[in-house]
């Protein structure tokens, strides 16, 4: 009988799940797909409901059950930091202690109280583990040093370590309230944006500004060292123990209190963001040569919510002192269902690691659910939808002639995507050559700030012609320039330009794509992980001789990624796309009846 283990992410944000058979990941997905509540953090019912389908079983078919962090240790880090800046953080403590009592010192009676028909025991892993784990044992390496980088789990905010085979130890790590995650929440925080969610945001807005905050910063707020540790000066932050996550000291430090959210960017946040992701990338540069040095590997593995900054990550490969990268697509908390599943199966029952040639271990990242063609034609029945169905030939032929007449596409197809990223499968499309792409895609059918940069999708087999990276970039995690040759020079008059000023200077033959510093944030698609997508992208190639598309998640601001036909049918309508694409369904917006009002359109996962 094959052993299989459940692993569990809850609690705090991006709660998922994620089911291993045998040390091989067989389903993966994030509790918000199904209830439509961006980043939730109930118990994953949906998320575990979904996994037990695409493996066929039944919760008592279940070995073991694995929770990604130790929740009494969690409660000890409240405990002693409360003591230790006791009287301050009592509003903090008292809005957090109840909730700790109440539920989640509890935390086995909860967990088995969601299993019905489950009863093994639950095993609780450490949180920067399970991060280490996620990126080392799906990873294509035997061996490999390992990072983990976030805000903070139990004690935890960073760890370097090592894995060999199927055994991973951790060697060191920082603890809070020194965190570099917690620094870049800061800044987003005082830049306006929500924090645990609008980290990307700054990483998208620093290209438009100028360090020239990063000597202020190093100076008055992180102690740095050459080995990639450091001390935040906490005499600036207010995360510790109070509401916000900077205090009147950060305010006087960088001119004023902190941007109002919605309201209008200035140049000040536009160079806090540069400043901060330089500050990100020079700390993520020492630790990733100091653990060479202790480790002597050649092939280094990230995870935690920080590995999400693919810029540092591009800095890493290419300035770094490791020959290769691979990166947990959910790097971030969600992936903690990944990491505490794999460690169970390799560390605690020894189940040994195997590899594959051909690849790593998350499948693409494609481990969610699936739609059969006839619940497709089920749900168009019901909603009154016009559609076309067309064998797969035809339907690739008809999506990439609408792609290069600069028609936006919705797509759906195949399993959903596990992580923050749209990768082919549940995914917004467009022609990267126009230069109205990029404000089309984001004010009218994003509906989120234009500043915000997309990302191509290329041919694996083209990617070096376009981009300087010579790597697998499957995951999207990595950015890299665009080559010279399609670059556009600037004019002198648009070298004056500064900050948002440059956003409508197209700066390459595929401006949808490629930031103000001539850089772009690549998914590599591969023929063996995708073959419907790799599929449109060779006919657009055929067809424009360009083998680039812009892929953006498929979903409007505020709201996680579509799951099922009828997500994506309801943002379609809501929103200014042209096509739909539902497996081999096509769909014209424009033979589109109104949406019906005996229609139930919330997700099928709210109704029970």
């Excluded at 950015?479 to 556009?488: G, L, M």
Aim: glycine letters at 8%; aromatic letters at 10%; a negative charge.
């Amino acid at each position: 009988m094959p052993t299989r283990i459940l692993g569990l992410s809850a609690y705090y944000h991006d709660s998922a799940a994620c089911l291993v058979e045998d040390g091989r990941i067989v389903a993966a997905a994030q509790e918000e797909r199904f209830t439509r509540k961006k980043h939730d953090s109930a118990f994953p019912r949906h998320a575990v409901a979904c996994c037990l389908r695409e493996a066929g079983i039944a919760m008592r078919d279940v070995n073991l059950v694995g929770f990604y962090e130790k929740p009494l240790i969690k409660f000890e880090r409240l405990i002693e930091t409360y003591v230790s800046y006791a009287p301050n953080g009592l509003t903090s403590y008292l809005q957090a202690l109840p909730l700790w009592l109440g539920e989640k010192l509890w935390m086995s009676d909860e967990i088995a109280g969601e299993l019905e028909g489950y009863e093994g025991p639950i095993l609780f892993g450490e949180h920067h583990e399970s991060h280490a784990a996620s990126a080392f044992y799906p990873s294509p390496f035997e061996n490999a040093a390992v990072v983990t980088i976030d805000g903070v789990g139990e004690w935890a905010t960073s760890s370097i370590g090592v894995g060999r085979g199927h055994d991973l130890e951790l060697i060191r790590e920082m603890r809070f309230p020194h965190s570099l995650g917690l620094l870049y929440s800061a800044f987003t925080y005082f830049a306006g944006f929500r924090v645990n969610s609008g980290e990307y945001k700054v990483m998208g807005l620093a290209p438009y500004g100028e360090p020239r905050y990063a000597d202020l910063i190093f100076d008055k707020l992180v102690e740095l060292k050459d080995d990639g540790s450091f001390k935040l000066n906490m005499d600036y932050f207010n995360y510790v123990h109070g509401l916000t996550m900077t205090n009147g000291a950060f305010d006087r430090l960088f001119g004023g209190p902190p941007r109002k959210p919605e309201s209008h960017l200035t140049q000040r946040e536009m160079d806090l963001a540069a400043s901060v992701q330089v500050v990100t990338e020079e700390i993520m540069l020492r630790m990733a040569r100091h653990v060479q040095r202790e480790t002597g590997m050649e092939n280094l593995c990230l995870a935690g919510g920080v590995a999400l900054n693919c810029v540092g990550n591009g800095r890493l490969l290419r300035e770094g002192p490791f020959k290769r990268l691979w990166i947990q697509p959910a790097a971030g908390d969600a992936g903690g269902a990944v990491g505490v599943a794999l460690t169970i199966a390799h560390k605690v029952l020894g189940i040994e690691r195997r590899h594959s040639s051909e690849g790593d271990g998350m499948k693409g990242s494609y481990l969610g659910p699936s739609f059969s063609d006839d619940e497709i034609a089920r749900f168009l029945a019901e909603s009154g939808a016009v559609a076309e169905k067309l064998a797969m030939p035809e339907l690739i032929e008809r999506t990439a002639r609408l792609l290069a007449d600069e028609k936006v596409i919705g797509w759906l197809q195949g399993r959903m995507e596990f992580g923050p990223r749209s990768l082919g499968n549940r995914s917004i499309l467009g022609d990267p050559r126009s230069a109205k792409m990029q404000s089309v895609m984001n004010l009218k059918i994003k509906f989120r700030e234009s500043f915000r940069p997309f990302a191509p999708s290329a041919l694996r087999e083209h990617l070096a012609e376009w981009f300087e990276l010579d790597v697998d970039s499957p995951y999207m995690l990595l950015v890299a320039p665009v080559r010279e040759q399609h670059r556009i020079r600037m004019t002198e008059e648009q070298e004056r330009l500064f900050g948002i000023e440059k956003l409508n200077v197209p700066r390459s033959t595929i401006p949808a794509v490629t930031h103000v510093d001539y850089s772009a944030r690549i998914q590599t698609v591969h023929a063996e992980t995708n073959p419907a997508y790799h599929a449109l992208l060779t006919r657009f190639h055929a067809l424009t001789g360009c083998p680039v598309l812009v892929n953006t998640s498929f979903n409007v601001r505020g709201e996680p990624i579509v799951c099922t036909p009828r997500d994506a049918y309801l943002c379609f309508m809501r929103t200014e796309m042209d096509h739909l694409v539902l497996g081999p369904y096509l769909l014209d917006k424009a033979k589109q009846p109104p949406l019906r009002d005996d229609v139930d359109w919330r997700s099928e996962y709210q109704l029970d």
